[in-house]
């Protein structure tokens, strides 16, 4: 296994670990902690999604912005 990988994982741990125990806090509640811990991380990933969407169209706009004011008129 990859340190990469393994750092990945050990990351997710931490993720984990700090969503259930401010779910758990907050609510009182194992089982909506444990919601929580399992929805929070998938509503992110669909968030990142559309963040990187918006983040290679703005990229996009300004690489053609570059171009042309790189070409000669």
């Known amino acids: 296994m990859s340190i ?3 750092k990945t994982f050990t990351y ?3 993720h984990l ?3 259930f125990t401010i779910g758990y ?3 009182g509640s194992i089982e909506i902690a444990g ?3 399992l929805i929070e991380p998938c509503a992110n990933a669909v968030a990142f ?3 990187e969407k918006i983040w290679k169209r703005i990229q ?3 690489d053609l ?3 042309e004011a790189a070409t000669p008129a």
Request: charged share 15%.
């Open 60 to 62: 996009a706009r300004r």
């Open 17 to 19: 670990t700090v969503a």
């Open 25 to 27: 806090i907050i609510t």
């Open 12 to 14: 997710l741990a931490v």
């Open 49 to 51: 999604f559309f963040h």
């Open 65 to 67: 912005r570059a171009a």
């Open 4 to 6: 990469d990988l393994i």
């Open 35 to 37: 919601l929580i811990t």
